[in-house]
């Protein structure tokens, strides 16, 4: 399948060629990569960043004197450094931990644990979110008899930003919302709601996993106590991710797990803990991940951003007019505001024959409740297709995608 790049400033046909599984063949067709708000697909540099720690540099961080441990913690603490740099944030202001469900749960327990919240207080969250900022915020609240409170959102799939506004409280105590929704691909205006929690003496926190795959976010304009996103969903390693958090919050939050490395003295009588970032660091962390995330922030960086979000809008206005004409499909979500995922139902087809014909075709979507439970049972549905784009993905591709969706259609009804 040829890239169609002519229209675009992006240069898509280059980008792919950095991507070498974009070039295989599903069941003897192309592949179609359409599940990116799942996991993107890794570039080579990111694959031999990975190789060359394991087969040049492999060794234990922070405690060794000897060389290769030298070289492990500095590659590790360099690009922690760069990472806060590109967040708009202190080095110490940055905790790896296994992705954004990690890091949620972190500031979670570590808050509740740390007795930030009082009983009756308020935890908003929104019909938008993700499992992973949902349950944690359950938790919590069950073990210290707080309230969840839940902004509506409308049929277009927006925040219903008026019942936002009067939700939030002298009571609430956390607002804790998605930057952008991995089911709709809704982008809510996180910094205006950011300032509202402010207003009212709240912590904030921003699920930024599906924000960092697509645009650049920093920390001082977004203005949140919080800031989680997992590397794997921007083109870095599974298992990887990071918790940007203020410097005057964590210092005063207690640790989330215990063990090595976030310790300054153990001692039978009592333990002191390390200092930021590290008392959040408990035990061998993911190194080589850790170290690659820099390097997918890099890669992701070398392309203008304009240049990436005029791409994606393309990919997007194209995806949506085109299945806008399939007779019986309705998407769901129509923000004015969205990231490049189109999530659709179908009438009388059930999306997982739907994803099955569109293997067949070497197209990957995913279809399932996106672990949006709530926000399906909002739309009165139990699931949709999801077509998620990213930088590399091209408009024959979206073409290729619609055509072979309606054909799908047609034999299943
Ligand atoms: N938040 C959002 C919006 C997501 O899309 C996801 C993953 O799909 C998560 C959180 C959880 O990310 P992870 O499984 O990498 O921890």
Redesign the pocket.
């Known amino acids: 399948m040829t890239s169609t790049t002519a229209i675009s400033p992006l240069h898509v046909g280059h980008i792919r060629s950095q991507i070498p599984i974009l070039s295989r063949e599903i069941k003897g067709k192309p592949l179609v990569y359409l599940d990116n708000?799942?996991t993107t697909q890794k570039p080579q540099c990111v694959v031999d960043a990975l190789c060359h720690y394991y087969l040049q540099a492999n060794a234990n961080v922070h405690r060794g004197i000897h060389t290769l441990s030298e070289e492990a913690t500095h590659a590790m603490e360099q690009s922690r450094h760069f990472l806060a740099d590109y967040l708009g944030a202190l080095p110490e202001e940055i905790i790896f931990t296994?992705?954004?469900?990690?890091a949620i749960n972190l500031v979670a327990s570590s808050l509740a644990k740390g007795k930030w919240f009082r009983p009756g207080g308020q935890i908003l969250l929104s019909y938008l979110e993700?499992h992973?900022?949902i349950v944690p915020w359950q938790m919590v609240a069950e073990q210290h008899g707080l309230e969840i409170k839940v902004i509506p959102v409308t049929d277009q799939g927006e925040l219903d930003l008026a019942a936002c506004r009067a939700l939030i409280s002298p009571n609430t105590q956390m607002v804790a919302l998605?930057h952008?929704?991995?089911a709709l691909g809704t982008v809510n205006p996180v910094r205006e709601i950011v300032a509202w929690a402010r207003e009212v003496g709240a912590l904030s926190l921003v699920?930024g996993?599906?924000a960092m795959g697509h645009t650049r976010v920093n920390m001082t304009q977004l203005g949140a106590d919080f800031f989680a996103f997992?590397a794997?969903?921007a083109f870095g390693p599974t298992g990887v991710?990071v918790l940007y958090g203020r410097a005057n919050l964590l210092d005063r939050m207690p640790p989330y797990q215990g063990g090595g490395e976030m310790i300054t003295e153990v001692r039978f009588e009592k333990t002191t803990y390390n200092t930021l970032p590290f008392k959040f660091e408990a035990g061998t962390p993911h190194i080589s991940g850790n170290i690659v995330a820099a390097e997918a922030v890099k890669w992701f960086t070398a392309h203008a951003p304009e240049a990436v979000a005029q791409h994606e809008q393309q990919l997007l206005q194209r995806a949506t007019h085109r299945l806008e004409a399939i007779d019986g499909l309705r998407i769901i979500g129509q923000a004015k505001h969205k990231a490049p995922v189109v999530s659709f139902v179908v009438e009388g087809v059930h999306h997982h024959d739907l994803a099955i014909m569109l293997d067949i075709e070497g197209i990957a979507v995913r279809t399932g409740h996106h672990?949006t439970q709530p926000l399906m049972e909002r739309f009165g549905i139990t699931g949709t297709t999801r077509a998620s784009f990213s930088l590399y993905n091209t408009l024959d591709e979206v073409d290729f995608f619609a055509d072979m969706l309606k054909r799908a259609i047609n034999k299943l009804r």
């Open positions: 708000a799942a296994k992705g954004t469900t990690e993700h992973a900022n998605g952008t929704s991995n699920d996993a599906q997992s794997h969903k991710g672990c």
